[in-house]
Structures are given as structure tokens and as C-alpha cells.
């Protein structure tokens, strides 16, 4: 199989080399971290006051670990390491309480990020000659940009499509016979379940790949994507946190992701104790972000659960590859690839005072795509009234939901004493998608 590099160099470097880059690159990521009121505190607290504390990539144990509501308590700016004035760019994730992440990249920091796209991109076979329909959301979503921006480095024709509107989504692929897609799995399943609509066979299309991340998704589902629409399927992971797509990615074995460990450092923990565990244990994901000046986070439990491959990959790149992930260590849902979690929905029903105090999230599939309903019981008078007042309390039920979620939720009201109560801890979420 030809192995196809972006950079040969650094992808295939001796591990020895690469443990030195992350420790000269760890310093000086410390050496920002110091810089912000989020680290400072925690930093000197573990005794580390300068870079030269960290003497060894085993000193990356002594720093505390970040969690989601670290960055969240620290809104806006107490992770900032840099001057406003040198950031180029913020993204930005939805937070658990409505209070969202946020992440500032400087010029270097893009270029960076962009530079890990494009490793990823020719990893796994995209070249310049390539029509890229990029159709992950653009906007505070790391996925659109971030592609997009590795794409172009590439010198991959760029369509920035963006989410949503299948129809416009296969009018363009057949128009401009886009050759490799960008896109959350269960979006591409429902696009190829609406070819037919369209008049459109694969003979019309030239795709040959799609990069699907965003959203777990199964081995299973990746065959079933490669059969109907005669592509190759690549894994592609990353969180905004720790700047968006390009953290992991299959290069053309198909057999995992690899980490860029010239980028981040990864860690497997065990969830509940915080030990660092063995390559092949499965446990939950650590990460480091070594190259990012204007928001330097280190040790991000990202609640995803993986375990890294002890083996070599067969196309000779030294960068361990991450295994798919297999769960979360939360109630975080991901509804077609939008994060949602279920304390965002709690807080804004429950400040509703038509609203009962009994509610419940249902998950389902509707054809490939996740589909959302909210629940809620409201006082009986209110059916009592007319019907238009119904179908307004519901339609401020789901803007209120929709300002919050960036999804819009079916929404169903229902009397009081309808829905299931549980004795003991309230089950709130009801996910009955299929685990195939
Ligand atoms: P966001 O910060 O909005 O980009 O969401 C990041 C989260 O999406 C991760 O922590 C994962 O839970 C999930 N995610 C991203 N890519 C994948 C993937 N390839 N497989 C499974 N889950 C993913
Ligand atoms: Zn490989």
C-alpha cells in the first residue's frame, strides 16, 4: 500500500525523539499556563513555579487535572495566556449549566491546528486534487473552520456547504463531483437514505471518502457507510478544548486513530481513581494540548473512554493510535453531533412557571438521524384552557430550549402524574437509540 505523508519526518520520528519534543514543548506550555489565573494558583500549589520545574515528561503527573467546569468557572478570560490583541480567533462549546467554553487561538495557534489538519487530511489519502465538500457546521463549532482551513493548506478545492439542507448537500456533490466529505456519520446515513429523492444515483457522484467524527459511532456503521456509498470511511476526533478536529485521526490502514503526539499528550486514567493506566487498558482520555499559546490547557479529562493501541501501526507512523471511542464518563448526550447535556435542558424548563416539576429527555432515531424529545408535565389547569395556549407554551418551550441547546427538541406536554416517576434517583433520559 502506498503510505501517503503530510510530514514524514515528525509523523514516522523515533519515540524517543518525540518524548523529547513533548517535553521541551511541555515546558514551555507550562511556561504559558503560568501566565493565567487558572494555572497559576494550581501550578505553584504542585510546586511548580517555572518551566524548569518540569524535568521530566513523568513531572506532567504532578499537574492537576482540568475538568470542563474548570474552564467554565474561569469564563471568560482566566485561561487567557496572551493579550486580546493576539488572538486571531475564538471558538467556543457548549458549557453544562449554559455557561459555554471558550477557546482563543493566537495566529501561531491556527496555524498550528491547521497544520495537524492537513497531517490528517494526507494521512489519510486526501490530496490537492481532491473537491472537499465540507459539511460539518461552520461557526463557534470547531469542525467547519478547522477542516476547512486544513483543506486549503492542502490545496484541496474547498466547498464550505456547512450543516443542514440535504438537498442543496447532494445537488452540490453531483454538481461539483465532490470527491471526499466531512461530515458526523448519521448525517451521512441520512444523506445517502435521500439520493433517491433527488434523482441521484452513485454513478452521478464521484465521491471516494468521508472523514466522520463529531458523534461515537460503531465499526459496524462504518462498514455499512463504505458498502452503500462504495467510500472509504475515516475516524476523525478532536474536542474544542483542545482545538477542534486533528487531535486523533485514521491514516489509510483504517485501524484507529493516531494521537499527534508531537501536539498533545494523551493519557488513559481509570475514571474514578485518576491513575494513569497502561497502553491497551481501557480507561478515560487525558490530554495536553503542547502547542497552544493562547489558551494552554493541560491534563483535560475529556469524559471520552478509549484506550491507546501498544502496537505499531503498519504504516510506519510512530504516533500511537487511539482505539474508537467506546463511552463517556457523563450524561453528556450527542444528538447528531451536537453536545447536549442534560442539566442544559433542566435549567431552562424548569425556569418556566407553566411547568410541573416532572420531565423526561426521550433519544430515538428517526431514519439514520438522532431525534430529540422533551417531555414535560404542566399544571392541569393549563389543558384545561384553549388549544392555541398549548401550542404557544410549547413553541416558547422549544426556543427557550433551542437558545440553549443550539438543536431545536421536539417538545410534548403532558399532564401532571403522566410521566414514569422512579423511586430513588429520578431516570431523566431515556436513550433508545440502537447500540449496533
Ligand atoms: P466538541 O467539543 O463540540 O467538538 O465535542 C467533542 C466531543 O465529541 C468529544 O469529547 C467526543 O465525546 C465527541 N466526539 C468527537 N469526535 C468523535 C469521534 N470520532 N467518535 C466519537 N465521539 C466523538
Ligand atoms: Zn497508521
Known sequence: MDIPFWNKEIETAERSRLEQ????????????????????????QAGIN???DIKSLGDLRRIPFTTKDDL??????????VDM???LRIHSSSGTTGIPTVIYYSREDVDNWTDLLARSIVGAGGTRADVFQNMMTYGFFTGGLGLHYGAERVGMTVIPISGGNTKRQIQTMRDFRSTVLHVTPSYLLHIHSKLGDEGVCLEDLALRKAF?????HSENTRRKLQDLLRIEAFNSYGLSELNGPGVAF???????????EDGYIAEIIDPKTGEVLKDGQEGELVLTNIVRRATPILRYRTRDLAFLHPQGCDCGRTHRRLSRILGRTDDMLIINGVNVFP???EEKIMKIPEVATNYLIHVDKKGALDRLTVKVEIYPKLFLGEVSKLESLKHKIVEELRASITISPAVEL????????SEGKAKRVVDERPKD
Open 50 to 52: 517555572s518551566p524548569d
Open 85 to 87: 490583541v493576539d488572538v
Open 72 to 81: 467554565r468557572v474561569s469564563f471568560p478570560k482566566g485561561h487567557l495566556a
Open 21 to 44: 519534543i513533548q517535553l521541551e514543548r511541555l515546558k514551555v506550555t507550562v511556561g504559558w499556563a503560568l501566565k493565567t489565573a487558572l494555572y497559576r494558583k494550581r501550578l505553584n
Open 250 to 260: 485514521e491514516c489509510v490502514c483504517r485501524k484507529d486513530m493516531h494521537v499527534w
Open 343 to 345: 442539566s442544559q435542558i
Open 414 to 421: 403532558h399532564e401532571p402524574g403522566s410521566l414514569p416517576v
Open 212 to 216: 466522520i467524527g463529531a458523534e461515537p
